[in-house]
């Protein structure tokens, strides 16, 4: 008996073979291609570009599913707000986007004293070109049309330098991640 007992717990306690384990979930464009132009607009209606957006380095981009009813994305916007400085350090602007109404977004800014801009893609069009639509919703849900949680690292010109994600909704990369994927980037890149 207690042989097999230290079987299973070795067999337990041992490395995965490389063909179980899992890899880091992989949703939007690839690394190193140019993204689909935003549809998105921020606070005041006007339309945004990745250029507009973007410091001297680039811009980090968050999708978001929503700041009105997802517990989860009002935390992550929320961590997010000491992003700003240290990301200007390295060249970087943040920005969010969901598929919120303007007015939804600006309450939240305002009721959660949110220092960068949180940009409104009404109609998903950003999120459908970026291929993040979570098909998990149907078109009769009230969440039809959010994207899958993800963060993406780009050039000014709009390539792809990095991305983040994580399966599950209910996980979000912290900013350190962010901070930790941008500072690996080869330099010049």
Same mark, same amino acid.
């Given at each position: 008996?207690?042989?097999?007992? =230290?079987?299973?717990?070795?067999?337990?306690? $041992?490395?995965?073979?490389?063909?179980? #384990? !899992?890899?880091?979930?992989?949703? &939007?464009?690839?690394?190193?291609?140019?993204?689909?132009?935003?549809?998105? !607009?921020?606070?005041? &209606?006007?339309?945004?570009?990745?250029?507009?957006?973007?410091?001297?380095?680039?811009? =980090?981009? =968050?999708?978001?599913? /929503?700041?009105?009813?997802?517990?989860?994305? #009002?935390? #992550?916007?929320?961590?997010?707000?000491?992003?700003?400085?240290?990301?200007?350090?390295?060249?970087?602007?943040?920005?969010?986007? $969901?598929?919120?109404? !303007?007015?939804?977004?600006?309450?939240?800014?305002?009721?959660?004293?949110?220092?960068?801009?949180?940009? /409104?893609?009404?109609? $998903?069009? !950003?999120?459908?070109?970026?291929?993040?639509?979570? =098909?998990?919703?149907?078109?009769? /849900?009230?969440?039809?049309?959010?994207?899958?949680?993800?963060?993406?690292?780009?050039?000014?010109?709009?390539?792809?330098?990095?991305?983040?994600?994580?399966?599950?909704?209910?996980?979000?990369? +912290?900013? /350190?991640?962010?901070?930790?994927?941008?500072?690996?980037? +080869?330099?010049?890149?």
């Amino acid at each position: 008996m207690k042989l097999a007992f =230290v079987a299973v717990m070795l067999a337990l306690l $041992s490395p995965l073979p490389a063909s179980a #384990q !899992t890899k880091a979930w992989d949703v &939007g464009p690839p690394v190193g291609v140019k993204v689909p132009a935003l549809h998105a !607009t921020d606070l005041k &209606g006007a339309p945004v570009n990745i250029a507009g957006l973007s410091g001297k380095n680039g811009l =980090v981009l =968050v999708f978001f599913r /929503s700041a009105k009813w997802c517990p989860y994305c #009002q935390k #992550q916007l929320m961590d997010l707000k000491d992003g700003p400085g240290p990301l200007a350090e390295r060249g970087y602007k943040l920005a969010a986007i $969901s598929y919120d109404p !303007t007015d939804i977004l600006a309450g939240f800014t305002e009721k959660r004293s949110i220092p960068y801009p949180l940009l /409104s893609d009404l109609g $998903s069009v !950003t999120i459908d070109a970026w291929k993040l639509r979570d =098909v998990r919703y149907k078109p009769d /849900s009230f969440a039809w049309g959010v994207p899958y949680a993800s963060i993406y690292v780009l050039s000014p010109k709009g390539v792809l330098k990095a991305k983040l994600a994580e399966e599950d909704y209910k996980l979000r990369p +912290p900013l /350190s991640a962010v901070l930790a994927a941008i500072d690996g980037l +080869p330099k010049g890149r």
